[in-house]
């Protein structure tokens, strides 16, 4: 390795190991809180046709259906939520607390929440704990 490029690997090492070292760090730190997350429902058998769709139809799919897929999340359909989108899974079938999606609705994180503000109202409380339930039951 001739001198010059030697000065150039060390220049771009001592370069990307801080930059390396605070993505790490910010992964860590996104850790969301999960104790903030409404419980799950208590109801059984709940559907994506008739419990969950109304939710997002409501309120999700202005941003994320068959016109308009922000993040390249759909959630028009139940193969579509089940995809994800970018931050795949989104989705994590028999486990809500540890499913992006919910995280999201939940506005646990507030870089991430859905809708963002100003974007439309906030889903209620029973409405994630909805979801969670059905999230919870395997997503069908």
């Known amino acids: 390795m001739t001198k010059n490029r030697m000065i150039t690997f060390r220049l771009l090492r001592?370069?990307?190991?801080?930059?390396?070292?605070?993505?790490?760090?910010?992964i860590h730190a996104a850790a969301p809180d999960l104790s903030k997350l409404p419980p799950?429902?208590?109801?059984?058998?709940?559907?994506?046709?008739?419990?969950?769709?109304p939710i997002f139809k409501?309120?999700?799919?202005?941003?994320?259906?068959?016109?308009?897929?922000?993040?390249?999340?759909?959630?028009?359909?139940?193969?579509a939520t089940l995809k994800g989108g970018e931050n795949a899974p989104n989705v994590i079938k028999g486990d809500s607390a540890k499913s992006t999606l919910v995280h999201s609705i939940a506005r646990l994180d507030p870089d991430a929440a859905m809708p963002p503000d100003g974007k439309g109202d906030p889903l209620?409380?029973?409405?994630?704990?909805?979801?969670?339930?059905?999230?919870?039951?395997?997503?069908?």
């Open 124 to 140: 209620s409380k029973e409405q994630i704990a909805l979801i969670r339930a059905w999230i919870d039951q395997g997503a069908k």
């Open 40 to 53: 799950a429902a208590q109801r059984t058998g709940v559907t994506f046709a008739k419990d969950i769709e």
């Open 58 to 79: 409501a309120a999700c799919t202005k941003c994320h259906g068959d016109m308009k897929h922000k993040g390249g999340l759909r959630l028009d359909t139940l193969e």
């Open 14 to 26: 001592q370069a990307t190991l801080p930059a390396l070292l605070a993505a790490v760090g910010s």
